[in-house]
């Protein structure tokens, strides 16, 4: 699905392009290759899951596409611009505006209201009434009367409501998410399931996610696996 | 559990953040405290034996009843292990052949002066030697004015009574040459032992017996207990303390110890306190765990006490493991300045409050929140209830208020340093609270926007409770450092003021009124002007309204002026530097009534209205009290205990006029022009000793700088230690915001505003709260007046504001280094 609003570029042109990535870590005298020669397109709007065994590199991919790391090799294209290339404040710019984030362990800061912890990246842009959205997707995701309640107060499966309403606050063009139901039991993962994707459809946010659960990965419209660094054959998933 | 697994234990703990902080912040407190303990404890020795020289010994025995002191008293002094030596001194008639002049006699034993150093020339023009000894049996040293006077010269033999003695050379100046100005004939100083051969002293004559004492504190301590009942009234046990000209300027030195000492506890109990309070706040988990473990309270109580005392063994040791060898090393400094040595000693008693302090305040704040976790359900520990609020933190903070208020007590038992700094603290925290409710008001509607000062806003709101008590913590510091800073600055101003440069160092005594002018002409020449002239009549006390003095002050109170002839005299205006504390100064044309100096009115109860009876010579005057003032003993002036108006009763009795001077060392030579031709005028020289107590308060200025850099050394630590207990989550915070998107310049920016800001604050509240403590201290300790110290007031604010921004800054560090991935990776 794609939303004609989103962005100027062309609606076929792929909002990532990722050729030949290889991530290496230096640990001592060994070299230690964590991604080899990873290739692969993403389309705007498009869901698409990453999978893999633990230790596969799934979330060093995820953290080169978002711009959160530079690869050793390769290069990553999102929405035209070449992520890997830029200075450290370029990418910081490009993820303010246009990515989201998720992730498995939540990541809201304890000092903080679940409200605060939602305006956090709408006070980095200049988003005229962060308070309001903020407000507006606690109460989307369902958490309309613990607006002011620290995550120290709150449940895991609601810690992780309040991660997404954060996510999509400044309404970014990608979401990234890694393991997002890892740390939470099936009910529970159940729920943030359906609200993520819920969330996905209505604002028309290009998805990746990895994730170890199959029922999730079986939700995307296309399925990655990952193999010791490697890319494995593609499937594509039934939505 | 086994003891060993238990210190396995303890190493594991090692290894969390939040007790390295712990341990750390005891270690300083008591490193802090014991080295300004220890220092504050050898200063006070050192100065007091660097003054001590005034007396020659550090304590004085007199008698002036003419009755010797026994030896018993001297060998018991002796057995006590002191040093003792012992000296007469006596007026009488030197004479060289046909001529006679009297002379004032100190006749000294072999191990005279206990203290200080002789100071004499083997010949009339020779070199100035330095000694520690008088003259041997036979032997005769004269002041260089009698020389000349008499036209004698070394070798030559005089006789004192019956007895012929050989001059052996010129006394320049003794150590204990004092300011009196009673007396003063020339000196003459000879052995103790020739005394008795010279016939002069007879039953009643007019000699006084002193015994001289020097050793430890300690052994000086016990001794005059020994001592004390076997005392009469005439006899008078002397310190330098008492010592007028710089009794004043000790005591002031001594205070600023205590009051340093004071704020490096409240300094190290802030440190220990904070830190232990995080541990214990951060050990929730920890708790939780241990109670689904199924770990009962009491054990879980018991094994967090055990730690403690554990830390705290560990942080004392730590803590006296560093103190010592800075103490050295202070210790090393002061004995170069003094250019002699300073034994190392380690007295136990002053490590004591460190020791406390460090463990009253490891306990205090620690255990409390511990003890109220291990009463609360598991679940409860682990996830706290909305709009909980912690209803028994009350009971905290009275413990650590009665801890805080118990320890500086305990250190400086000093009612009105205690009320000072305790009252300064409690204003300062009701003012932050002050200051946080109206931060909530005004920062509240404030939103983000990519804008680091709006940021800086947010976040001072957001992180509002972790602010309010950093801000507190900072505050608390900066008060207890520009106390600090302020009372030291006074302080110095006090005693620059107090002996100004060119202060009078000679004094002209004995000047017959028809030679007056001649005398002011004499210096006029030399272009050296004159203070004011005091006439002076020297007289006794000997009634007050009708009764004999002796009945109305009970023999206990050994009232110094009564045993001496008082220096009476008139004048028209008051000195500038009196101040009339009760009663009047006397109208033009009045000539009746007399002003007492303050101190001897008290001692010897006397109000305006009380009517005095002097004798002088054989004549006897009463005159009514009509003021009462303060005078400035310190000053190096001439100062009187009785002033009359002019053409009153005294004005027709004998007078000599007295008038003090400047004259400048190269100057000196003039000195014996004088004495050549004004004979009969006594000069006395005090600009050794006005020398000797600037160089003590250069010596105290610079102890006082070296007590001031280890607070403010201190303070820096303290505040570290605080912003490093915020370290992780502020960490998370910056991880996280890059993650978001945030440029790492807006997030150093708008942290080091937010830290800024809250340092302006913490400034502000903190030098207002010392600006009040020090307003009381100078008040009621050291004796100054209060003023505004616009240059600590303005820069402090500013300086913790810049200090805390770095530190701000210098705690993103670790964010701003790698990429945001890594920085993800180390949060899960
Ligand atoms: N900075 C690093 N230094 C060393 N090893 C790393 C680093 N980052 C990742 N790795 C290693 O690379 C491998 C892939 O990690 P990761 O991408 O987290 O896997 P996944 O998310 O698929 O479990 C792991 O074996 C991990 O230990
Ligand atoms: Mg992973």
């Given at each position: ?104 362990s939540?990541?809201?800061?304890p000092s ?38 620290t995550p120290r107060q709150?449940s895991g ?26 740390n ?56 | 559990m086994s003891a060993s697994k238990k210190l396995g234990s303890v190493a594991r703990d090692w290894r969390e953040r939040d007790v390295k902080v712990v341990l750390s912040a005891l270690v300083i407190a008591v490193a802090t405290v014991a ?230 506890v409240?300094l190290a109990a802030v440190a220990v306190a904070v830190a232990s309070r995080q541990y214990a706040v951060g050990q929730r988990d920890t708790v939780a765990l241990l109670k689904t473990l199924g770990l009962s309270s009491t054990r879980i109580g018991r094994m967090y006490l055990w730690r403690l005392s554990i830390w705290g063994l560990v942080g004392m040791a730590g803590g006296l493991l560093v103190a010592l060898p ?22 136990v008693?002053?490590l004591a409050p460190a020791l406390a302090t460090a463990i009253i305040s490891l306990f205090a704040f620690a255990y409390p929140p511990i003890r109220r976790l291990r009463h609360v359900p598991a679940m409860r520990v682990l996830r706290s209830q909305?709009?909980e609020a912690d209803s028994r933190a009350w009971t905290d903070i009275v413990i650590a208020v009665v801890a805080i208020?118990g320890l500086?007590?305990l ?55 972790a602010?309010?008590s950093?801000?507190?913590v ?243 630590v303290v505040?570290a230690a605080v912003v490093s207990a915020t370290l992780k989550d502020?960490q998370r ?92 990776r180390r949060l899960e």
């Amino acid at each position: 699905m794609t939303d004609p609003a989103s962005g100027p570029e062309n609606v076929s042109e792929p909002i990532l392009k990722v050729s030949n990535l290889t991530q290496r870590v230096n640990l001592g005298n060994d070299t230690l290759t964590i991604l080899q020669g990873v290739s692969l397109e993403i389309k705007r709007g498009e869901s698409v899951a990453i999978v893999g065994r633990s230790g596969s590199g799934k979330t060093t991919l995820l953290g080169l596409l978002a711009g959160l790391d530079t690869p050793s090799d390769g290069e990553v294209m999102l929405e035209g611009n070449p992520v890997s290339r830029l200075s450290e404040d370029e990418r910081a710019a490009l993820r303010a505006r246009r990515v989201g984030f998720v992730f498995q362990s939540f990541q809201l800061l304890p000092s903080l209201t679940a409200l605060e912890n939602v305006m956090l990246p709408l006070e980095l842009g200049d988003y005229p009434d962060a308070g309001r959205r903020a407000k507006e997707l606690l109460e989307r995701v369902g958490l309309g009367d613990r607006l002011r309640h620290t995550p120290r107060q709150l449940s895991g499966g609601e810690q992780q409501r309040v991660a997404i309403a954060r996510a999509f606050a400044s309404e970014p063009v990608i979401l990234f998410a890694d393991e997002p139901t890892g740390n939470l039991d099936n009910q529970t993962g159940q729920e943030i399931q359906d609200l993520l994707m819920a969330l996905n459809q209505e604002q028309g946010t290009t998805l990746v996610m990895v994730t170890h659960d199959e029922t999730l990965a079986a939700r995307c419209e296309r399925r990655l696996t990952l193999e010791s660094g490697r890319l494995g054959k593609e499937q594509e998933a039934a939505a | 559990m086994s003891a060993s697994k238990k210190l396995g234990s303890v190493a594991r703990d090692w290894r969390e953040r939040d007790v390295k902080v712990v341990l750390s912040a005891l270690v300083i407190a008591v490193a802090t405290v014991a080295i300004i303990a220890l220092f504050a404890n050898q200063l006070q020795r050192t100065l007091v034996t660097s003054a001590s020289s005034f007396l020659a010994a550090d304590r004085q025995l007199e008698a002036e009843h003419g009755k010797p002191i026994p030896q018993a008293w001297r060998d018991e002094a002796e057995s006590r292990g002191l040093r003792t030596a012992r000296m007469v001194e006596f007026s009488t008639m030197l004479s060289h052949g046909e001529q006679f002049q009297l002379v004032s006699i100190k006749a000294v034993s072999d191990a005279y002066p206990l203290r200080g150093q002789v100071e004499f020339q083997s010949a009339l023009e020779g070199e100035r030697e330095i000694l520690e000894h008088g003259p041997r049996q036979g032997e005769v040293w004269l002041n260089p004015r009698l020389m000349r006077l008499l036209e004698l010269d070394v070798g030559d033999t005089v006789e004192v009574g019956t007895l012929t003695l050989r001059i052996s050379g010129v006394l320049v100046r003794e150590p204990d040459g004092g300011f009196n100005l009673a007396g003063l004939a020339p000196r003459v100083m000879m052995h103790a032992d020739d005394v008795a051969a010279t016939d002069v002293i007879q039953e009643g004559s007019r000699v006084e017996y002193i015994s001289l004492f020097a050793g430890e504190e300690e052994a000086l301590e016990n001794f005059y207990r020994w001592l004390k009942p076997r005392l009469e009234p005439s006899h008078e046990w002397e310190s330098i303390r008492d010592g007028e000209a710089l009794s004043e300027s000790l005591q002031r030195a001594e205070r600023f110890l205590l009051l340093g000492g004071s704020i490096a506890v409240l300094l190290a109990a802030v440190a220990v306190a904070v830190a232990s309070r995080q541990y214990a706040v951060g050990q929730r988990d920890t708790v939780a765990l241990l109670k689904t473990l199924g770990l009962s309270s009491t054990r879980i109580g018991r094994m967090y006490l055990w730690r403690l005392s554990i830390w705290g063994l560990v942080g004392m040791a730590g803590g006296l493991l560093v103190a010592l060898p800075v103490f050295a090393f202070l210790n090393s400094l002061v004995a170069e300045v003094l250019e002699r040595e300073v034994p190392f000693s380690v007295e136990v008693g002053a490590l004591a409050p460190a020791l406390a302090t460090a463990i009253i305040s490891l306990f205090a704040f620690a255990y409390p929140p511990i003890r109220r976790l291990r009463h609360v359900p598991a679940m409860r520990v682990l996830r706290s209830q909305p709009g909980e609020a912690d209803s028994r933190a009350w009971t905290d903070i009275v413990i650590a208020v009665v801890a805080i208020f118990g320890l500086v007590w305990l250190y400086a038992r000093e009612v009105v340093l205690v009320v000072a700094l305790i009252g300064g603290l409690a204003a300062l925290l009701a003012t932050l609270a002050l200051i946080g409710w109206l931060m909530v008001i005004a920062l509240r509607r404030v939103s983000g926007g990519g804008n680091a000062w709006r940021l800086a806003l947010v976040g001072l709101y957001r992180h509002r409770r972790a602010s309010l008590s950093q801000i507190a913590v900072f505050a608390m510091t900066l008060m207890l450092a520009s106390t600090l800073i302020l009372v030291r600055s006074s302080l110095l101003a006090d005693w620059q003021a107090q002996l100004p440069e060119q202060t009078p160092n000679h004094f002209l005594i004995n000047i017959a009124p028809k030679t007056v002018d001649e005398v002011e002409g004499f210096w006029e020449q030399r272009g050296q002007s004159l203070d004011a002239l005091y006439p002076m009549v020297r007289g006794r006390l000997t009634e007050i309204n009708g009764k004999p003095v002796r009945q109305v002050v009970s023999k206990d109170d050994s009232v110094n002026a009564l045993n001496r002839e008082l220096n009476l005299t008139w004048m028209e205006a008051l000195p500038q530097d009196n101040r009339i504390v009760e009663g009047k100064w006397f109208e033009e044309d009045q000539t009746e009534g007399v002003s007492v100096e303050a101190e001897l009115a008290a001692e010897l109860g006397l109000e305006v209205g009380d009517r005095l009876g002097f004798t002088i010579g054989s004549e006897t005057i009463t005159e009514p009290v009509t003021s009462i003032r303060t005078v400035q003993w310190e000053s190096m002036k001439p100062n009187f205990y009785m002033a009359f108006p002019p053409g009153g009763a005294l004005e027709g009795l004998p007078a000599t006029w007295i008038t003090s001077f400047y004259l400048p060392e190269d100057r000196k030579s003039a000195l014996n022009d004088f004495t050549r031709q004004f004979p009969t005028v006594s000069v006395l020289e005090v600009d050794h000793i006005i020398e000797r107590i600037q160089e003590i308060v250069r010596q105290v200025t610079q102890a006082i700088e070296a007590i001031l850099a280890l607070i403010l050394a201190a303070s820096l630590v303290v505040m570290a230690a605080v912003v490093s207990a915020t370290l992780k989550d502020r960490q998370r915070e910056g991880a996280l915001l890059r993650t978001l998107g945030g440029r790492r310049s807006l997030l150093v920016r708008s942290t080091m505003l937010e830290f800024g800001v809250a340092g302006v604050l913490a400034g502000l509240l903190g030098v207002a709260a010392a600006e009040a403590a020090v307003w009381a201290l100078q008040y009621r300790m050291f004796g100054g007046e209060f003023r505004w110290h616009w240059e600590v007031v303005l820069p402090i604010p500013l300086i913790s504001g810049v200090i805390l921004a770095l530190l701000g800054r210098w705690q993103l560090r670790p964010v701003l280094s790698v990429s945001p991935m890594l920085l993800l990776r180390r949060l899960e």
